[in-house]
C-alpha cells in the first residue's frame, strides 16, 4: 500500500490571513485541494493521510466535500507539535490503517501542503527511485553560490556549488523502516528533526535524491501567491 502524507498543520501566520494558507485560493482552488488532487491523480498512491491542526479538520473536510474530492481515500488526523512529529502522526495512522501490521512493501511519500504544484513525473521517480536507497528526497542543485557564516556576519566558508541541493520535497520511504528508526530516537534526536533526511542519514542508511522542479515552490508570502495565480494564468491561455 502506498500512502501521500500532507503536512498541512500552518495557521498561516507569515501571510497575515484570517484562515491557513492552505486553504487559500489559487485561482479559485484551495491549495489543500489542488495538492491532494495531485496525489490522487497518481497510479503510486491508495490513499491520502492529511496532517493538520485540530480546530480547523472539520473545515477542511468540508472544504474537500465542497470540492468533490474523493473523500473515501483521504484520512485527516489531528499533526503533532513539529513537523517531525506530525510526520511520525502520519506514520502511525498509515500503521493503524494497515491493521498495524506494515510490511516491506508499504510505503509513505510525506509533502507539504503548501507545494501544490509537486509533478507527477516527481512523485512517480520518488517511488521508482526509493526501491534503490532506504529513503529518497526530492532536491534541487542550487543555481546560486551559497556561504557559510557562523555568526550569521561574516563568510567563513564557500562550499563547492556542484556539491549543494536545495531540499524541497516530497520524501518517501518505507513505513515499517521508518518506524524502526523512529521508536529507538532519543528524545533530544526527537525534538532535533525537522524531516525524514537528517534522521536516516545520523543512523547510518542511505537517502537518494530525486530531481526536483523550480515549479515544485513552496507557498509561504503574499509574493508566492501572486507568482501562483500568474503561472496558473499563463497555463490557462497556452
Known amino acids: 500500500m502506498n500512502y501521500a ?3 498541512a498543520g500552518g495557521i498561516g501566520s507569515r501571510m497575515e490571513s484570517k484562515v491557513p494558507k492552505q486553504f487559500l485560493k489559487i485561482a479559485e482552488i484551495p491549495i489543500v485541494v489542488r495538492t491532494i488532487n495531485t496525489f490522487l491523480s497518481s497510479k503510486d498512491i491508495d490513499k491520502v493521510i492529511l496532517a493538520m491542526n485540530p480546530q480547523w ?4 473536510l468540508d472544504i474537500l466535500k465542497e470540492y468533490n474530492v474523493d473523500v473515501d481515500k483521504i484520512i485527516i488526523i489531528t499533526g503533532g507539535e513539529t513537523r517531525f512529529l506530525s510526520m511520525v502522526n502520519i506514520v502511525n495512522a498509515a500503521i ?10 508499504d510505503f509513505l511519500c510525506i509533502h507539504d501542503c503548501a507545494r501544490p504544484f509537486v509533478s507527477q513525473r516527481i512523485i512517480e521517480d520518488n517511488f ?3 526501491n534503490e536507497y532506504d529513503m529518497v528526497t526530492t532536491s534541487l542543485p542550487t543555481i546560486d553560490t ?3 557564516a557562523e555568526d550569521g556576519k561574516e ?3 564557500v562550499p563547492e556549488r556542484s556539491t549543494i541541493f536545495c531540499d524541497q520535497g516530497p520524501q518517501t520511504f518505507n513505513i515499517k523502516q521508518f518506524k524502526d528508526i523512529q521508536v529507538k530516537l532519543t528524545q533530544a534526536e526527537t525534538d532535533s528533526y525537522m524531516e525524514a533526511g537528517r534522521m536516516y542519514l545520523e543512523k547510518g542508511y542511505h537517502v537518494g535524491i530525486v530531481t526536483g522542479d523550480r515549479m515544485n515552490f513552496k507557498i509561504t508570502t503574499e509574493f508566492d501567491m501572486v507568482l501562483a495565480e500568474l503561472l496558473l494564468k499563463n497555463k490557462a491561455e497556452e
Open 5 to 7: 502524507g500532507i503536512l
Open 146 to 148: 551559497v556561504l557559510i
Open 155 to 157: 563568510s567563513t566558508c
Open 128 to 130: 521508482k527511485m526509493v
Open 96 to 105: 493503524n490503517d494497515l491493521g498495524g501490521e506494515p510490511t516491506d512493501k
Open 57 to 60: 479538520m472539520e473545515y477542511c
